[in-house]
Every structure is written in C-alpha cells, then in structure tokens.
C-alpha cells in the first residue's frame, strides 16, 4: 500500500516536471541575429575632384591644380555653393606663392561675391579679395620703382598674371627663373620638351625628381 502510494507519487512528479518543461522544436533553423549593415559613403565627382586637385597641389603641381578646377567649374551640375567653393580655392591657389596670378584671384573672389553672395564662401571671398587687391598695388607700385632689376620684373610680373609680358622680359635679359618657376611655366604650356624646339635651354627638375631640358613651346615648331 505505501509502495502503491510512492508510486503515484514519483509519477506525479514526472507529469508536472514535463509539464513545465518547453518543448524544443530541433526541426526548424534557428534564428540568425539581425546585423545592422555598414555602407561606406561613395564620394561624389565633385568631392573626387576637389581632392584631386589637393593631390595635385601637395606633389607641387599648383598649376595642373588650378586648370583641374578650371575644368570643374564649367561643370553645369555644381549647385551654388559647390562653384563658390571651387573659385574660393582657385582663388586662393592663385594668389598663393605658386600661383602666379594675382589678377586671376581678384577675378574670382569678384565673382563669389558678384554672383553668389548668398553662399557659405561669400566672406572668405571678400576678406581673401582685399588681400589679393593689395598684393597687386604693391606689385605695382615696386615694377614701377626704377631700381627693379629684371630679375625682379620677372618674378613680379609672373606673381601678378601678367605672364606674357614677363616671358618677353626673360627672353630679352636672357633671364633664368628660378626651378619652382620653371615647373610652373612647364604646367602652364610654356615651356615644352622636344627636338624639334629651338632656342636657349632650361634645365628643370620636377618635384619627383625627374629631369627636363626645355625650351619655349612655340620656338621652331
């Protein structure tokens, strides 16, 4: 009778214990936790060519520098605070050591305020404009100081823009331009490399090291 009575006992046991035990489904597959996906953003053409044109720049070509951003803003696609921001960095490229173009500064930093004075470059440009006006008065008050030397009428010249002017006073000093001044006129199309071309020499060395004898572009063709 007590072994009868241990017996349900142990059985009830059992049931309850199945009872609130969860059954598991092994038929099914589990669940992957969800994983939030990471998209890398994609640079936009435009940010592509500013930063080339800021490679550019750091591997001393300021020149090809500034025509790449010549060419970008002809792009019909830039809003208005994209082209701003394209002339604000000319401009300043411009007027900057290497940039032999003072006047071409003043132009575009005009031109943010002329005709985007809504944007976020407006005040750069017109705090970079002042700059740039007095460099040109300053450049002309010494080019018409009569103790200039050639020389220094050259590299004043080149500094303001007047860029023809200044080759007609080196071709007729026999002048040479220092290396840095070399490599700008080689970028502008100044100067080329050719067998063909005639005229005095200009030994030039790149920024990476590479070599040039060079000659004006329209001497001998």
């Known amino acids: 009778m007590i ?15 199945c009872a609130s035990t969860p059954i598991v489904d092994t038929t099914q597959d589990p669940v992957a ?23 550019l720049v750091v591997s001393g070509h300021t020149q090809v520098a500034i025509a790449r951003l010549e060419q970008l803003a002809g792009n019909q696609d830039l809003s208005e605070d994209e082209l701003a921001s394209v002339l604000l960095n000319m401009g300043e490229l411009r007027m900057g050591e290497l940039g032999f173009d003072t006047m071409g500064a003043i132009g575009n930093f005009e031109e943010i ?15 970079n404009l002042n700059t740039a006006r ?8 010494l080019l018409a100081q009569p103790e200039t030397t050639q020389m220094q009428r050259f590299n004043l010249l080149m500094e303001l823009g007047d860029h023809q002017d200044a ?34 020499a200009y030994d030039m060395t790149e920024p990476d090291g590479t070599f040039h004898s060079l000659r004006f572009c329209d ?3």
Not at 3 to 17: D, E, G, V
């Open 134 to 141: 007095g460099k040109a008065t300053s450049i002309g008050g």
């Open 167 to 200: 080759i007609d006073v080196m071709i007729m000093h026999n002048l040479t331009p220092d290396n840095a001044t070399l490599v700008a006129m080689y970028d502008i199309g100044y100067l080329c490399e050719g067998e063909e071309l005639t005229g005095r």
């Open 33 to 55: 936790p969800e994983v939030e996906e990471i998209v890398d953003a994609v640079p936009s053409q435009f940010d592509i060519a500013m930063q080339t044109a800021a490679d």
């Open 219 to 221: 001497f001998g063709k």
């Open 3 to 17: 072994r009868s009575s241990l017996f349900a006992a142990a059985s009830a046991l059992i049931l309850a214990a």
């Open 113 to 127: 305020i002329n005709e985007l004075a809504g944007t976020s470059s407006s005040a750069t440009a017109d705090t």
